[in-house]
C-alpha cells in the first residue's frame, strides 16, 4: 500500500487531554485515565486511515520527545516508543512501553532474517488462508550475511539494548523460506523492511475502541472553557479585533477570576459567619453589609445579613428602604409557622427580612422599638439559627457590644467562621485583642486560629507604620489579615450604595470574602 497524503500530529498535554494536528486544524480529545486517552487518539486516526484507505502514521509529541504511531484502517495499531526522538532527531529512551492493539508482534517464524529471504526471486511460500491484511513497515539495520549466507544467532531485526522492544530470537531454516531459494551472493548491507504480516482477526480490545459518553461531553466542557481578557490591553486588543485575537487576561484580572472561583464554590450545607469586635464603631455593621453584598452578588442569593443585636442594633438602618418594619423579634413571634417546611417557604420570609435587590440578599433586622422591653437570648438565637439555616446557604451575623450576652456567646458557639473587626486605631485593634484573648481562656481556641481579620483604615492617609504593626499582630493569632481602604461612600453613615463603592473598595472586599470561602 502508499503512504497517507496527510502525516497527523498528536500533542500530549497531560496526561488525559491530547491535541491532533492535522492540516492546519486542531482538535482536542479529552478522557478520564491515559489508556482511555490513547483509545480516543487511535480512534482518531483510524478514521483518517479508513477514509485514506491506507495505514496513516502519526507523530507522537509529549514534551521534548516524539516517536510514531502507526494505525490501520481496522484500527490496529503500533506505537513505536523505542523509535523516541528528541527534537535534535537525538534517540531518547521511550517513556512508555511498546504499544500493540490487535496485531500480534512478530515471532521468529514470521521476522525473515535476511533482504535475499524477501526477494522476488525467493520460493513460493503456501499461501495462508484469506484473512484481513496489515502492512506494517518498520526500518531495521540488516545484519551482514556470512560467506554461507546464514544469519549469526546474534544480529538480531532489533538490537538487544533497546529494552521498550522484544528481541526477535534467529529463526530455525525450516520456519523461513527455504535455503536453497535464496540467492549464494550475500545481502547487502542496507534497511530491511518487513512484508505483509496476516493474522486471524481478533476481538477488539474495549479501551482501544472506547467511545465518549454523554458525560465525557458534559464534563469536557470546563476544560475547554478559556478565560477571556476584558480588563487591560489584552481586554482592549479582544475588543478591537472583535474576539479575532483573544489574549488571557493579565495578572491583575486573573487574580480576580481566582478570587471570584473562591466566592462562588460549593457548599455541602449552610455556613455562618460571626463578625465581631466588642467596641462601637469598629466597622463590623458596615463589613457585615459588604460582605453579604459581595456574596451575593457573587454567589447569586441565598445570603442573609443578621443584627444579631440582643436590644437594638444599625444593621437595618444601613440597609436599603423596605416596605416593612419588621424585625428579628417579630419573626420570632411567629417562628412556629416555618417549623414545618411543608407548610412555608422562602417567599413567606419576605414579610420579615429586607431584600437589597440589587446586591442580592437579605437583612434582619434587630428590634427598633425603642418602647421595647424584650431581648433576644441564646435559646432564640438557636431557634433563629435553626429555621433560617433551611433557607439560606450563608449567614452573616453582626454582633452586639456585650461579649457576655447569651445571644452573643451562642453566635460564636454556631460560627462556622469567625470574622474579627477592627479600624486601624489603637482602641479598637486593642479591643479585638482582647476578644481574642478572652475567646481563646473559653475554649474558642481553633475558631480563633482560623478567623480573618479586617483592618479598615479610618481616613485616605491611614498610619501606615501603625497599620504594619497591627498586621503582625494579628498576622500570629488569627488565620489571615486582609486590608481594606477608606471609601467616601460609607461616611454618612447612613444606607450604603453599592454602586457608589470604589473598585479598590471592591477589589478588597472580594479579597476578604475569598479568603473566608476558602475556609468554609
Not at 163 to 175: L, T
Request: without cysteine.
Amino acid at each position: 500500500m502508499g503512504t497517507a497524503t496527510f502525516e497527523p500530529t498528536v500533542h500530549y498535554t497531560s496526561t488525559t487531554v491530547a491535541q491532533i494536528h492535522v492540516g492546519g486544524e486542531i482538535d482536542e480529545v479529552f478522557a478520564s485515565t491515559e489508556e482511555a486517552l490513547r483509545g480516543r487518539i487511535v480512534e482518531a486516526i483510524r478514521l483518517l486511515a479508513a477514509s485514506a484507505g491506507e495505514p496513516v502514521t502519526a507523530t507522537v509529541v509529549d514534551g521534548a520527545v516524539r516517536w510514531p504511531l502507526i494505525v490501520h484502517p481496522d484500527g490496529s495499531f503500533i506505537e513505536a516508543t523505542a523509535l523516541a526522538e528528541t527534537e535534535d532527531g537525538e534517540p531518547a529512551s521511550a517513556s512508555r512501553a511498546l504499544r500493540t492493539g490487535e496485531v500480534p508482534v512478530l515471532d521468529a517464524a514470521d521476522a525473515p532474517s535476511t533482504e535475499a529471504e524477501v526477494a522476488p526471486a525467493a520460493a513460493p511460500v503456501p499461501a495462508p488462508a484469506p484473512s484481513p491484511a496489515v502492512e506494517v513497515e518498520v526500518e531495521v539495520a540488516a545484519p551482514s550475511a556470512g560467506e554461507s549466507g546464514e544469519v549469526p544467532a546474534a544480529a538480531a531485526p532489533v538490537a538487544a539494548s533497546a529494552p521498550d522492544v522484544p528481541v526477535f530470537e534467529s529463526a530455525p531454516a525450516e520456519a523461513s523460506v527455504p535455503r536453497e531459494s535464496a540467492p549464494e551472493a550475500s545481502a547487502p548491507a542496507g534497511p530491511l523492511r518487513s512484508t505483509t504480516a496476516r493474522r486471524e482477526p481478533t476481538l477488539r480490545d474495549p479501551v482501544q475502541r472506547v467511545t465518549p459518553t454523554v458525560e465525557d461531553l458534559l464534563g469536557s466542557r470546563a476544560d475547554r472553557v478559556k478565560p477571556r481578557a476584558t480588563e487591560g490591553w489584552q481586554g482592549a486588543i479582544r475588543r478591537a479585533t472583535g474576539g479575532a485575537v483573544s489574549p488571557r487576561p493579565g495578572k491583575a484580572e486573573q487574580s480576580r477570576l481566582d478570587r471570584e472561583r473562591l466566592v462562588q464554590r460549593r457548599l455541602d450545607g449552610p455556613r455562618t459567619i460571626v463578625v465581631l469586635n466588642p467596641k462601637g464603631g469598629a466597622h463590623k455593621t458596615t463589613s457585615t453589609l459588604l460582605l453579604a453584598a459581595t456574596f451575593g452578588t457573587q454567589r447569586g442569593g441565598a445570603t442573609l445579613a443578621w443584627d444579631n443585636n440582643e436590644t437594638r442594633g444599625t444593621l437595618g438602618w444601613r440597609a436599603q428602604n423596605a416596605p416593612h418594619h419588621r424585625t428579628a423579634v417579630d419573626l420570632l413571634e411567629h417562628l412556629d409557622s416555618f417549623a414545618e417546611p411543608s407548610q412555608a417557604s422562602l417567599a413567606a420570609l419576605d414579610t420579615y427580612v429586607r431584600t437589597q435587590v440589587d446586591a442580592r440578599f437579605d437583612v434582619l433586622a434587630s428590634d427598633e422599638d425603642a418602647a421595647a422591653s424584650s431581648s433576644i437570648d441564646a435559646a432564640a438565637f438557636d431557634r433563629l439559627h435553626g429555621v433560617l439555616s433551611r433557607y439560606y446557604r450563608l449567614l452573616i451575623v453582626d454582633t452586639g457590644n456585650n461579649m457576655r450576652a447569651s445571644n452573643w456567646v451562642a453566635a460564636v458557639a454556631a460560627a462556622d467562621q469567625l470574622v474579627i473587626v477592627s479600624t486601624v486605631r489603637e482602641d479598637t485593634a486593642a479591643s479585638a485583642a482582647w476578644l481574642l484573648d478572652g475567646l481563646r481562656e473559653k475554649g474558642f481556641d481553633r475558631k480563633i486560629d482560623d478567623a480573618v481579620t479586617i483592618l479598615a483604615a479610618p481616613s485616605a492617609k491611614p498610619d501606615r507604620k501603625l497599620a504594619e504593626r497591627l498586621e503582625r499582630h494579628f498576622a500570629q493569632v488569627t488565620g489571615d489579615v486582609v486590608h481594606v481602604p477608606f471609601d467616601p461612600a460609607l461616611v454618612d453613615g447612613g444606607p450604603i450604595d453599592f454602586d457608589a463603592l470604589s473598585p479598590e473598595s471592591r477589589d478588597a472586599w472580594l479579597s476578604v470574602a475569598a479568603s473566608i470561602a476558602q475556609r468554609l
